[in-house]
């Protein structure tokens, strides 16, 4: 049986409270640029602010996914098995969109052209790190194991939702 100690207690409260203020923080970046969206003339330019834009909102769902865990939700749920094959198909659609970001860095349109080979590049990137954090969804867990719990991380998949739902009811 594992229960939170104060220390523990105080850690945890403090990166809440981090993730509080900084979910207010990425609100406050996006409404300024949705705002200069708007007021620049520029396509070029607007794209580049959209693409920043998106950036902060996957910020936000980066940062209310770990408030969300640190507050006790179970982030594979009941339907674990279902979102872990969903997960496989998403990870094979990435590894094709990878593909063809490398393959276009080969064109010699893109190549010879700074922004584009920049924009695709940063695209292909983007597509590996897809892969590797579905990759990471379906092999990590998402809850606290004490030290004296280490050996659960090498035990069955059912041992491991058992000693969750041992943590959730001596978390609260």
Do not use: P
């Amino acid at each position: 049986m594992y229960k939170i100690r104060e220390e523990e207690k105080r850690e945890l409260d403090e990166a809440l409270d981090i993730l509080k203020k900084q979910l207010l923080v990425e609100g406050q970046l996006i409404a300024l640029y949705a705002e200069a969206e708007k007021e620049i003339q520029s396509k070029a330019v607007n794209y580049v602010l959209h693409m920043i834009h998106l950036e902060s909102m996957k910020h936000i769902d980066i940062l209310q996914l770990a408030t969300n865990v640190l507050n006790g939700d179970n982030v594979l749920g009941d339907e674990k098995e279902e979102i872990l094959r969903g997960l496989v198909q998403h990870i094979e659609l990435e590894k094709e969109a990878f593909s063809s970001a490398k393959k276009l860095l080969d064109n010699t349109w893109i190549r010879e052209n700074k922004g584009l080979k920049e924009l695709v590049t940063k695209w292909r990137d983007d597509e590996k790190e897809h892969i590797e954090a579905l990759k990471k969804l379906t092999e990590k867990t998402f809850f606290r194991i004490s030290d004296f719990d280490q050996a659960a991380i090498f035990k069955s998949t059912d041992e491991l939702d058992e000693r969750y739902s041992k943590y959730e009811k001596n978390r609260h």
